[in-house]
């Protein structure tokens, strides 16, 4: 289609209604998220003359990465709550700047722009998936009206709907420690655990047993007993997923058989049919809706949370999560960025990597903080901390009951 120039009135209500049948226009039948963008972001140009930079960024992680524009080259990359874009992102509406030099960390990528607007893009959901920004080289140039007509017009630009549902999901699932405080259904509930039971599992033995949480009490106690997080005991849902070598070794005596105590390979097959169940319940809840945390701390404590459990021995509490409605700021919050592939990702046999290399692939881990100063603290605060040296003695104490044959 070759673009037809149009003359756009002054008065508002009728240029944004030609605008926005021009947006449509240009992009309605196109189905590629990159493609739309780069369309729109020609015609919002050709309908803003004075406007020097029109484009969008994206949000990835915990950053907004630069996306189809129209204009000078602009910075690549803007995070959370960082210039106007990432403002818009951290109090999760649309600005309108008058004059960008006021703006306390405006980042400047034209020297000739005096004021801005930048809109939120949304899912049908209501979740940002990324900014429009615009910059005009004249000061009080964008006004609420635009504000109104611009949000009128960006949802037309969403294609999310003709992406794969499930890795979206997977992309955009984070933790979520904060509730609003609505229960999750018992039919959720049901959905939810009926997903994690239909996990992979070796040789269909389902080597654990999921508690189901039920017991205010008992939540209080977790809440306390895993590193005191209190919004444990606030969660709606909250599931232990319990390695369990205990029920077949019991199946095999109770049927005539003969056999061999459980041993550390039988608990780690239990264990990753645990995880394989877990990540389940977390991608059911994620499609629901839903919010949740694993928490690692259920390992810890080995000799209270067999007391508070009903351990028995060949029973290893692996892997516990809570599941909640997630608080709009929660919802909001920026994912953590993940390593790159190229280092997580090795082909055909492990490679050990350098320091350059590692430093490399933590860099986004360290965002603006010196590298040997962000790991020394990552370090105290994680691994040499009191929490991670409980945890070790609290595994080998379950470790134990796993002696080998008999």
């Known amino acids: 289609m070759s673009y037809i120039e149009v003359q756009y009135p002054a008065e508002k209500a009728a240029f944004y209604k030609l605008l926005k049948e021009q947006v449509a226009l240009y992009t309605g039948e196109e189905s590629a998220q990159t493609a739309v963008l780069a369309n729109a972001a020609s015609v ?8 020097n930079w029109v484009g969008f960024y994206l949000i990835e992680g915990e950053e907004l990465v630069l996306g189809p524009f129209q204009g000078k080259p602009a910075v690549s990359r803007i995070g959370y709550g960082k210039g106007v874009c990432g403002t818009a992102w951290r109090e999760d509406r649309s600005q309108v700047v008058e004059e960008v030099s006021c703006f306390a960390g405006h980042i400047a990528c034209d020297c000739n722009t005096h004021s801005e607007i930048v809109i939120p893009l949304r899912r049908a959901d209501g979740r940002m998936w990324g900014v429009l920004d615009m910059d005009s080289v004249l000061p009080g140039h964008f006004t609420e009206a635009d504000r109104a007509g611009l949000e009128d017009i960006v949802p037309l630009l969403d294609r999310s709907e003709g992406e794969n549902p499930v890795l979206r999901a997977l992309h955009e699932r984070k933790s979520v420690r904060a509730y609003t405080g609505e229960p999750v259904t018992g039919a959720e509930k049901e959905a939810i655990l009926a997903a994690a039971c239909a996990a992979p599992t070796a040789g269909n033995q389902q080597l654990y047993t999921i508690l189901d949480i039920t017991d205010q009490a008992v939540k209080d106690a977790l809440a306390v007993s895993c590193d005191n997080q209190p919004f444990i005991a606030k969660a709606s849902a909250v599931f232990v997923f319990c390695a369990d070598c205990q029920k077949w070794y019991d199946a095999f005596r109770s049927g005539g058989c003969d ?9 780690m097959l239990a264990v990753t049919d645990c995880a394989i169940a877990a990540q389940n319940a977390v991608t059911a809840a994620e499609s629901l809706g839903l919010g949740s945390c694993y928490i690692g701390d259920i390992m810890e404590r080995c000799e209270v949370h067999r007391e508070l459990l009903h351990l028995p021995d060949y029973v290893f509490p692996a892997v516990m999560l809570v599941i909640g409605r997630p608080t709009r700021q929660q919802r909001e919050r920026p994912k953590p ?4 592939l190229e280092h997580i990702v090795h082909e055909n046999a492990y490679r050990v990597m350098d320091g350059g290399e590692l430093r490399e692939m933590l860099a986004c881990q360290a965002g603006e903080r010196p590298y040997e100063e962000w790991l020394a603290a990552f370090c105290a605060r994680k691994y040499q901390s009191d929490f991670s040296r409980e945890m070790t003695r609290s595994v080998e104490a379950y470790l134990k009951a796993f002696g080998g044959e008999r």
Not at 44 to 51: H, I, K, R
Not at 259 to 267: E, I, S, V
């Open 259 to 267: 056999p061999r105590l459980p041993g550390a390979g039988d608990l």
């Open 44 to 51: 919002l140009a050709q309908a803003f003359p004075e406007a």
């Open 337 to 340: 960025r993940r390593c790159a």
